[in-house]
């Protein structure tokens, strides 16, 4: 592991319910300076836009696998993945509001030609976690969530590898799941992941600087400045 | 059927991007009376574009906030004539403007001129190699214009833009340190060229060890402070690292609002609608001329007729081809057939990279712009034996950060997982020290690939959408196949820890998914025939004389460099006609 200045020791990191309060200290340590700022509430009580309580466990074990916590940088339960993609899917993201979603659809269509399923990415979570869930209770013998790590993962693998009978309108779920953990990831903290710019920190960028007139052309100069938000929270 | 019908004016313009600006800039200047109508939303530096707030890749680079809704606006693509198409539902492969500035707000701004032989590429490899050499079915084309022909309306774009650069080749005399394959220049570039980022100074090192002949890659990202011809101003660039895909924070990326409207905005004779998407340019009744453009005026919900003299379709290479079809100007093209002319020859940009990672090597990748960077042109269309590579084509192959935005900007070596622990503990390891060597090349036009109609699906206004048929072709994949060996030669002298290489290869399908350019040219081709092209040498439509097409639809196949050079050049080119032919004497210029 590189040494970075500002970059949160993994011991501040603790999974599911318990990350609330474990960011919270953390924040408190990082930020001497910075004037207090009130702690967001714990996951197992953060007020959700979109998902419904069975959708909820599922995302938060699924984030919890696909960015784990542990190791070197923070998991994206540490960041609150879970928050970002419940505000995307509650937002323009989940309901398609940009997309041309008219008919006639051919969901099954040669991937190449792109999306092409008559449901919103918030309509794809909705129908593709139950028949999910469905196949861990019948190939792993429980709900996702309570599987054991290594058997999550292989299911993931499933999912990923288009294994686990999704009808073709469903085939992109695992692909909008992985891209939205990584963008709620890496995304500014004020879509509701990101919390702290943890991730930011850990692989070394600047957020929303944007001036460095004086740095190209240097060689092997590591940028000394930890980032900001577009808020104009640093870390 | 219009609702309104509004006062005549001049000139009619559709689209408000870069040509849209250049149009209304220089007419106005000629004392008409311009409307410009344009579909998006006004869009202006501040607050538009302000810091921090654009400072936001989620917001604008992933969810694509300046750029075209396909709710509103979208084609269909297919592979092939015997494949159904279907609509590109959200954006990916390609990301056209909307609003205000038009893909002109958020590209990066590399801004190249064609070579020399690209104007006469169907002269050129007949005269050199022989017509055998030529593919069947490749539809290879003269421009009807050349080099020397646009050089001055070229220096006149890179004037007001605001290039960044170091000429190679000026009136004939190569120069030190730029482009020695690059078609003779009348002068220096306005602006010197931006500071290099250390990546791309590794690879300019290794190409030079080579004996090739690295230059800085020109740029619309301004190296110093700078006065343009209209008297608007430029602010040195910050390296920001958030230019492609985003409005520049510091007036430092040319932009139509930029180089052109703020001033053009200032002209009585000048004025301009937003949300006002032209649904159709109309024909008098002999069909020789252009009456004027119906509109749907979004803000009182009618359609508007709006009568004018001249009619000048600015709407982004794509919607001119969708709009000289559904207005039934010049006709649609047949693949079968091979016959008619609008929709005829659309073509790609055939690119791909190959990235290397240093375990010792720190890049602070975010630390960059759009378009700086070191670039080579010795694999370059003029430089290349094709009768001997078996190949048609050429690339310019470059290397220099755009930015280290970690959602679409992190490479990660070859092995690393897409999830879990393993890609968790990459993106710290790798994150800012990768650098990227790409080749960004040619597409030529074949028979099958073209625009038309499609009939199945319909837009927000009920007209059909228009279908694209593209795949890649054998020609151009041996072409970017020949670039891998070349880049790798170069990548591998720097001694990566990792290396990993993206090219289409043997059988690669047309993916409408990751983004590849912006760079869609063709379906509205420029010539002196009017059997093969919709508009003559000077962008004037063959059919309704008082109608000029602008941007890359007018290229017969795709250059290697990216297209907009080429664009302001013929849109002065065109202007040049337009004032001193055309409008003293309105009538079909060829
Ligand atoms: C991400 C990205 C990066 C790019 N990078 C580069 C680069 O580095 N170098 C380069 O050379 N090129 C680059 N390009 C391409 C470049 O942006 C275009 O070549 C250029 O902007 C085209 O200018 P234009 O005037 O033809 O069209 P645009 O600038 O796109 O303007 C067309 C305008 O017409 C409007 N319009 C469309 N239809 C209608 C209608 N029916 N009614 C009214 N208005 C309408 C649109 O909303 C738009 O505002 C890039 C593009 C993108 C998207
Ligand atoms: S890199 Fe330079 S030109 Fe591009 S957006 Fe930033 S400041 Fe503007």
Redesign the interface.
Known sequence: MRDMPGRPSRRGFLKGSAAGVAIASLAGAVKAQAPEKEAPPPLDQYERVYFNEAEWAFVMAACDRLIPSGGNGPGAIDCRVPVFIDRQLAGNFGKAATWYMQGPFDPAANPTLGFQSPLTPAEIYRQAIPVFQDWCSQTHGDRFENLEAAKQDAALTSLQKGEVGLAPELRDFFQFLLANTKEGYFADPSYGGNHDMQAWVYVGFPGARGAFTSWPGRENARYPLGPVAINGDRA | MATRTDPKKDVVIIGLGWTGAIMGMELANEGLEILALERGDDRSTVPDFQ???I????KYA???DLMQ???NS?LT???NTAE?A?????L?SFLPGDGVGGAGVHWNGQNWRPQAVEYRLRSYVEETFGADIIPENMQLQDWGVTAEELEPHMTKFESVAGIAGKAGNINGEIQEGGNPFEAPRSAEYPMPP?????DS?LFAEAARKMGYHPFPRPAANASIQYTNDYGMQLG???????CERFGC?NYSKSSPQVCILDALKRKPNFSYMTRSEVLKIEKAADGKTATGVTYFDEKTGEEVFQPADLVLVCAYSLHNVHLLLLSEIGEPYNPDTGEGVVGRNYSYQMTGGTSLWFR???F?P???TGA?GMSIDDFSMSQIDFGKEGFIGGSYITAGHTG????QQ?ALPPGTP????G???A???W??HSLSIGSHGSNMAYRDTCLDLDP???DRHGRPLMRMTFDWKDNDIRMTQFMKARIEEIAETLNPDAMASGYKGDGA?????PYQSTHNVGGAIMGTDPKTSAINRYLQSWDCHNVWVMGASAFPQNIQYNPTGAVGGLAYWALEALRKDYLPNPRPLM
């Open positions: 810091y921090p707030n400072f936001d890749e989620l992933v969810r694509y809704k396909p709710v979208t693509v297919r592979h159904t279907l609509p590109y539902r959200h990916g931006l500071k290099n980022t250390w100074e040195p660039c910050n390296y920001c690292g958030y924070n010792d090597k720190v602070n975010f630390v960059g700086g280290g935005r970690p959602i992190m897409a999830w879990g622990a890609w968790k503990e993106v710290g390891e994150y800012g199945t699906y319909k399908q047309y993916d409408v998914r």
